[in-house]
């Protein structure tokens, strides 16, 4: 028996400041419900640029706290308004001091679910991460939403095999991995890594990268985000590489049973034998 539900992704590119960056979103959300979408992930850092290609202390301004900030509470109300689940990958303030690239998780009826908080972080030239985010410290959190159990990987995290099992471990039937990429370096990792981990731990993944170049460096943001089901076919076209595109997909999650019977990756695994990969 077929279990699908509409899910939805938005890339976009950098306005210029914050209000009318979030006035984007809202607008997005507004289309994507209209569209039946039942759960809509933005890309990181979703309402400002991407500042870290610079290190700059200006940019800790963007930080604020997670529930109780202005931004969480009003996409709270938003998704009430429309019944759609959000993912907002944003700029946290624990404390001063204490920031975090965290994700907030919004249910359908506005309820604050929790968050998840980026366990690696970069620090390379165009991506100095360090200077602005700790490590986070969440584990890796399933949510369980109106649409089903959701997980989130923020962008360099896919690169790390380990989160994306823990979160299948922990019953994720989709994962969401907002991003910041660049073209160069890591394109042809792109349409590799998150359709190979779909496979690897059995669950659909939604792949979302912001479009453009920005102010503060010569990273040229390449989109192309997609949807991809645990057998690594992506479920309709990927997004432009350079427009502004929200991608609306329906996702059988039926699909994931079909597959785990096939395929006993959980039954198989053998973590007796896994101790060294933990051993710093």
């Not at 590119?13 to 006035?23: F, L, P, R, Y």
């Not at 999650?253 to 785990?260: D, G, Q, S, T």
Request: hydrophobic letters at 40%.
């Amino acid at each position: 028996m077929s279990r699908v539900i509409r899910a939805a992704v938005f890339q976009t590119a950098w306005t210029g400041d914050k209000e009318s960056m979030i006035q984007v979103h809202e607008q997005a959300a507004r289309d994507a419900a209209a569209q039946g979408a039942q759960v809509l992930c933005f890309q990181e850092l979703f309402y400002g640029p991407y500042f870290c290609q610079v290190q700059d202390p200006e940019f800790y301004a963007y930080a604020e706290r997670i529930p109780d900030g202005p931004i969480v509470q009003r996409f709270r109300l938003l998704a009430r308004e429309l019944g759609l689940v959000l993912v907002l990958p944003m700029y946290e303030e624990e404390q001063p001091g204490v920031l975090y690239n965290t994700a907030a998780v919004i249910d359908a009826d506005g309820t604050y679910l929790g968050k998840y908080r980026k366990t690696h972080i970069p620090q390379v030239k165009g991506f100095w991460e360090k200077f602005y985010f700790r490590p986070g410290n969440s584990g890796w959190p399933v949510f369980d939403t109106a649409v089903g159990k959701v997980g989130v990987y923020i962008c360099y995290d896919r690169h790390f095999p380990e989160g994306w099992r823990a979160l299948g471990l922990a019953g994720a039937e989709l994962v969401f991995n907002p991003s910041a990429t660049s073209r160069g370096l890591s394109g042809y990792l792109w349409q590799l890594e998150q359709p190979a981990a779909a496979v690897a731990n059995e669950y659909f993944v939604g792949a979302i990268n912001r479009v453009g170049a920005e102010e503060y460096g010569d990273n040229d943001f390449y989109g192309t985000s997609y949807f991809v089901d645990p057998e690594a076919r992506f479920v309709g076209e990927p997004a432009s590489d350079k427009e502004t595109e929200l991608v609306v997909r329906d996702l059988d999650l039926a699909k994931l049973r079909e597959v785990r019977d096939r395929w006993q990756f959980y039954r198989d695994r053998a973590p007796g034998a896994y101790g060294p990969l933990t051993a710093p």
